[in-house]
Every structure is written in structure tokens, then in C-alpha cells.
């Protein structure tokens, strides 16, 4: 429907416009994300939280992003993915503009879950946008690596934004800084981006698949996240851990009767995808749980105070970024499995190296080498995951791919960073400084484990074919 060869496909020329867009409405979820961590103390001071509910400002995106991502996905292909798009980006500088005037605890984390509303629905719109706007080959590579980059800074430089604004304006500013920002992305879309087909009455949606999908995956983060908290035998952690469960029970069901599914069947049988789903939940359990653990090494073992940890941040953005662009090169080079093996196993050895330099007295300087190599692999399987997420899928179904993806990405993270806190003790508050440390250097080998293993399990794929 939006193929760049179509005739209402963007010229040639006018493709870096639209590119741009799509990158900064990856760098508002990117940012959206992390940038409140550092006003937290100040939220929960001005506006009375407890100290239990305060993780509510940050859970509360990720349990409803990842609870509503494949039900974005599918909304994209069905009602448009130009329309979608907007209304995301809308809503995004509608709920910044209440968030920074908010009064209440319960407004601001409900504020925090609508904004994860329109991170699912913006994410699979604007990934979407990428896959059919530009055609599969080197254009589409290089579109994701620039997009991937702009996410990668959102997430490095969120810390250092946020520290920036709360220190000069308070903590609302973490919240307007999105409205004219998510504005003029809404604004650039109506005009840049090819204009959706007419909505017809023939639509099918799944509607069972898309509440028990929801319901279910919703439910399923906020176990992960609230479990270590509460206690994995809580009453609640337990209704809603069987909650979950029912409710994906029924998800299968209404899947294998529905004549319009929300996950087509095909989908499940498309190889590339489902390994990149694969990827992006070990990508998201490894790799993206790694500023957990270095903020609290940071500030908790060196005492950085907000700002200095932002600062400690800079060095693995710029990495990071120059990975994307390094791995849509070598996609081309090389392949995506061969790109994905290297760049995980790069991964690994960086995060071994950073492993090992961690220490109560050591320098920043002595962490270099691990952060650079492990912020190299970093960046540039990002991009090629996605490569590999998009490869052979067709346009009609690249909404609901994106959201499956994506899906995995989400839960992978929450499960990945439960697991890590587990096993590195770093959750229990009489935790001394050098038990920290060892938990902190535990979880990171742990890490660097995870990815070694990515790695080798590509191994068999890249004697058999390449891509």
C-alpha cells in the first residue's frame, strides 16, 4: 500500500525528510523511557509518593508499551499506518502536557501509562513506515540504522537530559519537553508520509485476540516487575501470574478460530521472523539491562551524583551509534547472520572486559575498553535484528510484524532484568557497598554469558546459508 514504488510513495529525494521524522519519534520513546530516572526523587518528594510506589512512574510505561504492542502492530496495517502514527504522536504530546502539570500520584502514573499506550502504538507505525517506505536492500538498511541510532541516543542521553532539566526548571520539565517535540512529529507525518487508504466497514479486527493478547501480556510484565517487590508467592503476584495465564490460554483459542487473526498464522512459519524475535527478547535481557546495573554502579558504588552519571553515558551514545551505521554496513558486507555473530560476540567480550575492570576505587577510564566494545556490538545488532525482523515480510503484515517483535523486545527486558536483580542479590535494601559490587560484577557476567550464547547459537545457521 505505501511501497516507495507506488505512485504516492515519497520521491527519491524527499526520503531524508520522512526518514528524520521517524527517527525522532524513535528518539521520544527512547527518551520517554529512561529520562524520568533521575527526576524520581524529586517526584516523589513534591507530589507525596511512597517509596514502594514510586517505580510506578517508570513500571507503568513498560507494562502498558509492552501490554498494547501487538494490538499497535495490528492497528497500524488495518486502520493505517499514517494514521496510527499521528494519533500516537498526539497522544504522547497530549499526556506530556497533562504529566507536567500533574498534582497527584495517581494522575502522574497514569499519565505514565497512557504515554505507554502511544509508545505501542507508535513504535510498530513509525517501524512500519521504514519497511515500506523504503524497499528491502541497502535504502531500508540504512534507514534502520539511522533510526536505531536515534534510539540508542534517546535511551544514552536521557539520563544527562533529564538531569539537565530537572536542575534548571524541576521535575515537570522531563514531561513538556515531549509536547512540542511529539507536536511536530504529529504535524510532519500528516504532510510526509503517503496518505492511508479510505477506511471501509470491511475491516477485520480481531477483537478477542487483540483484549486476551493484551489482557494477558499486560498482566504478565507487571508480574515480572512487581513480583521481585511484593514476593513471588504474594497473593497477588499469584491471581495475576494465573490471570496472565488464562488469559493467553484464551488468546491461542480465539486465534485458532478466528477467520481475521490478530497474529496471521503465516507469521509463525516465517523462519526470519521468529528468530528475530528470538533476538530482540535475549537482545533486550542482556544488552538493554546493562544501564540498571552500571547506574548503580555509577552512583551507588562511586557516589556520581545525576548529572555525572548522565556524563558517564555519553561514551556508550556515541558508540552505540556509530554501531548502528557499522552494522548496516556490514549487513551489506557480510550478511545479517554473519553481522549478528559477529556483533553479539563482540558484545560478549566487551561485557566480560567491563566485568572484570569493575572495582570500589577504580577510574571511568578503566571501564573504556568494555564499554566500547560492548556498546559497538551493541548498536550494531540492533540494526540487524531488525533487518532480520522485516527481511521477506510482506507490506501488509510489516504493522503486526514490528508489533511482535517489539512484543518480545518488551517481555524480554522485564523477565531479563528480573532474573539478573535475582541472581545479583541487588534488589535487598541492607545490600553493602561491596556486596553491591559483587552483585553488580555477577549480573554483568551473567550477562555477557546470555549474549555469548546468542552468538553461538547463530553458529549453525551461518554454515547452512547466509541472507
Known sequence: MCAVNSPSAPSRQRLGLPLLVLAAAQLVISLDYNIVYVALPSIGGTLGFSGQDLQWVVSAYVVTTAGFLLLGGRATDLLGRRRVFVVAASLYAVSSLVGGLSESPGVLVAVRAVQGVGGSLLFPAALSLINTLYEEGPRRNRALAAWGAAGAGGLCFGSLLGGVLVDSFGWPAVFLVNVPLAGAIALAGTFLFPPDEPLTRQRNFDLPGALTATVGITLLVFVLIHAPEAGWGSRGVLICAALSALSLSLFVLAESRSRAPLTPGHLFRHRGLLGAMALTALFSATFSSLPYFLTLYFQTVHGYSAMATGAAFLVPAVVVA???????????????????????????????????????????????????????????????????????????????????ASTTLQVGSAVGLAVLVAVAGTGSHDLTAAGLLDGVRGAVFVIAAGIGVGALALLPLRRRADV
Open 322 to 404: 556509530a554501531g548502528t551505521k557499522a552494522g548496516e554496513r556490514a549487513v551489506a558486507a557480510l550478511g545479517v547472520r554473519t553481522t549478528l555473530l559477529c556483533s553479539m560476540a563482540t558484545g560478549a567480550v566487551g561485557a566480560l572486559l567491563l566485568a572484570l575492570a569493575f572495582s570500589g576505587d577504580g577510574s571511568y577510564a578503566r571501564l573504556l575498553p568494555g564499554i566500547a566494545l560492548l556498546s559497538l556490538g551493541q548498536g550494531a545488532t540492533w540494526t540487524a535484528m531488525w533487518i532480520a525482523a522485516a527481511t521477506g515480510v510482506p507490506d501488509q503484515d510489516q504493522g503486526i510484524a514490528s508489533g511482535m
